[in-house]
Antibody
């Protein structure tokens, strides 16, 4: 059974860069059929799609975050990463990684999520 | 403001059927058969319930069904059970801006 697990600091200072990694286990990260994505959810609010990446490095980003987001993949380590720069309190959220079907981008497997708080 | 519009809340009694709507535009819901629905319990990750408008992933009860008419998609839950009480989010592929947009979510209460 495919499993995804997010890891990274739970506290980030304003203006710094948020960095998270998602480790994929129980399946391959190298498949032309899937993208690997990030979705976030501020406390008490709805879901926001951040972006995704294919195993070959093709990316799509949410335009509202594009100037601050970088998603990368390391297929040898079966992991992909999110970097969000110049964070503010508005970036406080639970961050989920997920597998997304290429072309339609629905997310069929999700990580458990990790809360990142932006505070000094 | 979410790109897709959902009612904030719906409710129903055990055994009844309810429907949750998800309204978009011709650039997303109306233009593609790529609407998906997610169920989320408090403190848990979302779970895919419906994809491609009406397809169910393996293991999802057939009490959950999806449909679409024009720019509005719907998730119907029949034979409501207490365990169905959760938040539900719709999502769609979109040709404008980012390729994925979500609805604001609907809280389902089982009375």
């Amino acid at each position: 059974q495919l499993q995804l697990q997010e890891s990274g600091p739970g506290l980030v200072k304003p203006s710094e860069t948020l960095s998270l990694t998602c480790i994929v286990s129980g399946g391959s990260i190298s498949s032309g059929s899937y993208y690997w994505g990030w979705i976030r959810q501020p406390p008490g609010q709805g879901l926001e799609w951040i972006g995704n990446i294919s195993d070959s490095g093709s990316t799509y980003y949410n335009p509202s975050l594009k100037s601050r987001v970088t998603i990368s993949v390391d297929t040898s380590k079966k992991q992909f990463s999110l970097q969000l720069s110049s964070v503010t309190a508005a970036d406080t959220a639970v961050y989920y990684c997920a597998r997304q079907l290429s072309g339609t981008y629905h997310s069929d497997f999700w990580g458990q999520g990790t809360l990142v708080t932006v505070s000094s | 403001q979410s790109a897709l519009t959902q009612p904030a809340s719906v409710s129903g009694s055990p055994g009844q059927s309810i429907a949750i709507s998800c309204t978009g535009t011709s650039s997303d819901v109306g233009g593609y058969n790529y609407v998906s629905w997610y169920q989320q319990y408090p403190g848990k990750a979302p779970k895919l319930m419906i994809y491609d408008v009406s397809k169910r992933p393996s293991g999802i009860s057939d009490r959950f069904s999806g449909s679409k008419s024009g720019n509005t998609a719907s998730l119907t839950i029949s034979g409501l059970q207490a365990e169905d009480e959760a938040d539900y989010y719709c999502s769609s592929y979109t040709s404008s801006s980012s390729p994925v947009v979500f609805g604001g979510g609907t809280k389902l209460t089982v009375l």
